[in-house]
């Protein structure tokens, strides 16, 4: 199906959006302190024989777990983040580095070449028979789906990229000293490659546009006018998202409520019958775990009735409903009460954490970022005049954490930005005023 990226540039936070027939699909917010996906140099901290792992210090607060023995403390390690820091625990790291493209990821620690096993098997064997003369024997390939609508040339030239972008960070690693980021994933290339059927890649900030016309060959445009994410009603879906409680169309609803161990999601008729309600239910759920970045353990407690033989029909019906999510999702089976049981892999942080203290607002980090994005609005309207920023205390006090979000600000305003705090205002309520 037909989808489009609208990518955002703000300050201290950009997101992306997909767009699939009219309806947000997917959402990625890039921060500089979320590092899944990046290749970092760093040392080892604490040394855990008994888990077979070491802690590495990444150059965040919580040092990262990395499963690896005969390393010992105060050693330089090359590392990828497999999964951000979340509640508490600090990242999950691998030493295998993975580096993907549209078409392709180069693995130089497993040698090998691996096709997609969604391709029909004469797609396979073509594409096997295109990329084998081209593989080294001490290096790895995996070729994903979009290689079968690659041009000419295409894939030699994205495994060459791959190859110096390799390079590039072996030669980076000799120079520097830990912790240090090396290399960051691309966030439109990842859902691009997670995504077939993109048409049009919409921006809404110059900045943006070089970048993206890199990594996708088709139509970018530069938006102008109301906010971006007013399109397709982006903004409204995100909060959406946030609310525990997503109605269905028969007048019934999902709720949806994580807690420590897993993640409970329930589904009341309100009124309508077991079969419509539980039909409905099953493709929200499949889109409101990809949108909420919801991982870990799920059960789904559907509508009684029915019997057995209803529950399995759902239960291949949410796996039919999930196979397209591109991260790695299972649908068990059924306990013996008669719940759906889920997994999904946890690549970070789900967008409650991100945006939300246990349902209450937005956090401090996602307000303080929301107070940027108002003042460069507002400055649209009041050109060549002072501003400053009214916020809550707690937001002045993580803005006065995001420096380089705040310079980003005044770089574009062409003046400093006053930022003022005022007790006994929201969270959530910012205002710009005019300074003299």
């Known amino acids: 199906m037909a989808a489009e990226i609208l990518y955002s540039w703000g300050p201290g936070e950009s997101r992306l959006a997909l767009v699939r027939e009219g309806r947000l699909a997917d959402l990625v917010l890039v921060r500089p302190e979320l590092l899944a996906g990046a290749v ?45 820091a979340q509640g508490g625990k600090g990242a999950s790291l691998t030493v295998e580095v993975s580096l993907s493209g549209r078409c392709l990821a180069y693995a130089p620690f497993r040698p090998g070449l691996v096709v997609s096993r969604k391709l029909s098997e004469d797609k ?31 894939l030699e030239a994205e495994l060459a990229d791959l190859r110096g972008r390799w390079q590039a960070i072996q030669a980076a690693a000799a120079q520097a000293q830990p912790p240090a980021v090396l290399w960051r994933p691309d966030p439109l290339l990842r859902l691009l490659a997670d995504n077939p059927g993109v048409t049009r890649v919409l921006v809404d900030d110059p900045s943006l546009l070089n970048p993206a016309k890199a990594c996708f060959a088709g139509p970018v445009e530069l938006h102008r006018g ?5 399109l397709h009603d982006v903004e409204d879906a995100i909060a959406a998202a946030l609310d525990p409680v997503v109605p269905l169309p028969c007048g019934g609803r999902v709720t949806i409520e994580p807690t420590a161990a897993l993640t409970a999601i329930d589904v009341d008729s309100g009124g309508a019958s077991a079969a419509e309600a539980n039909t409905q239910a099953v493709g929200v759920i499949a889109r409101q775990l990809r949108l909420r970045n919801v991982a870990g353990q799920i059960v789904v407690d559907f509508v009684s009735g029915g019997g057995k033989g209803a529950l399995f029909k759902l239960v291949s019906a949410l796996k039919q409903a999930v196979a397209r999510d591109p991260v790695a999702t299972h649908v068990i089976g059924l306990t013996p009460l008669g719940l759906v049981e889920i997994t999904r892999e946890r690549k970070g942080p789900s967008l409650a954490e991100l945006c939300q203290e246990r349902h209450f607002g937005p956090s401090t980090d996602a307000a303080a970022l929301a107070a940027l994005r108002h003042v460069l609005a507002e ?56 300074l003299p």
Not at 46 to 75: N, R, S
Not at 226 to 230: R, S, V
Not at 412 to 418: E, H, S, V, Y
């Open 40 to 84: 970092v140099l760093g040392r080892v901290v604490e040394v855990a024989p008994k888990l077979g792992a070491v802690f590495v210090d990444i150059g965040q607060d919580k040092p990262g777990y990395l499963q690896a023995k005969g390393l010992t403390q105060g050693a330089s390690v090359l590392v990828q983040v497999k999964a951000d």
């Open 124 to 154: 396979r064997e073509r594409l096997l028979g295109r990329l084998e003369p081209l593989v080294a024997e001490d290096e790895g390939v995996a070729v994903r789906t979009h290689a079968t609508t690659a041009g000419e040339g295409e």
């Open 226 to 230: 109301p906010p971006l994410f007013d």
């Open 379 to 434: 400055a649209r309207h009041r050109p060549g005049r002072g501003l400053g920023l009214v916020v809550a205390p707690d937001v002045a006090s993580a803005l006065y954490y995001r420096s380089a979000a705040i310079a980003e600000v005044e770089e574009r305003l062409g003046r400093k930005l006053a930022v003022r705090a005022e007790a006994g205002r929201d969270r959530a309520d910012f205002a710009v005023e005019e």
